[in-house]
């Protein structure tokens, strides 16, 4: 086919495409509408997985972490692991590390002057927390935990009002040391904490590391270590590099394996993106054919006439084919600019306090924020060419296979 007859057949394709203006504007919509419900529900469904990834690798478990064998199936001070040696620590100190922090971990209860609680106790270095997540941001009232000695305790604010107790107020934390005898102690609430997850309001409180392995007899132990790469979603050689350095005492697993769900949620979420993009469009595909069939069988005199000048049945299956492309390319114009234009401005993220309670129960946030990425143009972009291509083709290849005595006939 030379330059000039494509030029024809893109201009006869044009002008027969608006030949019925109702039906090819409706098309578009319908197009159009199906290219942003893609691109809109993809990026709102990327936007809940990925807030529910960030949420929780900030809920202290990191990108990687590192055990005792035992510790993840019985979190017990019994299975606490001396803290990294020279050789661990040499690689945790590498450019390759974002963040990591040693912590001391246990279950313990919560008393105050009305109320007791079992919650988590946590004793770490305030110096390595807020690279992973946690830090002075999230206090709400009060500080965070200043040293290693601290002695004082920061608790959630959710699980403050249940204790009916306030900063400056007293507690008591006990526990159990590794000869399984109660260990126990007072401390001062200093700070109170925020987070967007409420359940870890209620279920960790944080004191400094060094007085958590001393109230638990445990000194020179922790519970466990947390490490942050550059990317949640590509840790692989990271893990190879650390888990390198595993032993009878400790033991490497990346976050997807110590929170299967969520681990399950990111790597479903693309096939996922993908199969509600087809199924949307099979839904529309439908109606590309129908239109493209009604715009054949209103030219079935005018085919005839054509084919019986000397256009050739190929010429007739590509000019169909390019009115096919013209409207499925205008669809994907106007979709991906609608699209733009209704994701940008929630880029900031939406409220969803008022559903708080089920988000909570799902481990997600109370903002969404949605992510649009290049990605989810370039999928939708390519279910639509490759499938709208494939529904015209029927009505491309039924008006070329027209004999021009019985289309000149037809009425």
């Excluded at 270590?225 to 893990?239: H, K, Q, Y």
């Excluded at 969404?368 to 279910?383: M, N």
């Amino acid at each position: 086919m030379t330059h000039q007859n494509l030029k024809i057949i893109v201009r006869i394709a044009w002008r027969n495409l608006w030949r019925n203006r109702r039906r090819t504007t409706i098309m578009l919509v319908a197009i159009s509408l199906g290219v942003w419900a893609m691109i809109f529900m993809s990026a709102f469904m990327r936007g809940m997985v990925n807030g529910m990834l960030v949420d929780g690798l900030n809920s202290l478990p990191g990108h990687i972490q590192i055990h005792h064998p035992d510790y993840v199936d019985d979190p017990n001070i019994e299975n606490s692991m001396p803290e990294p040696n020279e050789e661990l620590r040499a690689v945790l100190n590498s450019d390759a590390v974002t963040a990591w922090s040693a912590r001391v971990r246990v279950p313990a209860m919560i008393t105050s002057e009305r109320e007791s609680r079992g919650v988590m106790l946590l004793g770490i270095d305030p110096e390595y927390e807020p690279q992973l997540g946690f830090g002075n941001s999230v206090i709400q009232r009060g500080r965070f935990v200043a040293d290693p000695n601290e002695q004082g305790i920061v608790i959630g604010e959710k699980l403050r009002a249940t204790l009916e107790t306030q900063v400056g107020k007293r507690v008591v934390i006990m526990s159990q040391d590794p000869q399984n005898n109660v260990a126990d102690r007072g401390f001062k609430i200093v700070g109170v904490f925020k987070s967007s997850v409420v359940a870890d309001e209620e279920m960790f409180v944080f004191t400094g590391k060094l007085t958590a392995q001393s109230m638990l007899r445990i000194p020179g132990m922790v519970s466990e270590i947390a490490v942050n790469g550059e990317d949640a979603r590509d840790i692989e050689t990271l893990f190879t590099q650390i888990s390198a350095h595993d032993s009878p005492q400790q033991v490497s697993l990346p976050w997807y394996a110590l929170n299967s769900y969520l681990g399950l949620m990111a790597n479903v979420m693309d096939g996922f993106v993908l199969v509600f993009m087809i199924i949307i469009f099979l839904a529309l595909s439908f109606g590309l054919v129908n239109t493209l069939m009604m715009a054949v069988f209103e030219r079935v005199r005018e085919i005839g006439l054509m084919q019986a000048l000397g256009m050739k049945p190929a010429t007739i299956l590509y000019q169909v084919m390019c009115e096919t492309f013209i409207l499925l390319v205008l669809g994907l114009i106007i979709g991906n600019l609608t699209a733009l234009a209704t994701i940008l401005p929630l880029m900031d993220g939406i409220d969803l306090s008022s559903i708080a309670q089920g988000l909570q129960m799902a481990g997600m946030s109370t903002v969404l924020t949605p992510s649009l990425t290049t990605l989810d143009f370039v999928l939708a972009s390519s279910v639509v060419i490759v499938l709208g291509l494939l529904a015209g083709f029927m009505p491309a290849w039924k008006a070329s296979r027209y004999r021009p005595v019985e289309a000149l006939a037809k009425t």
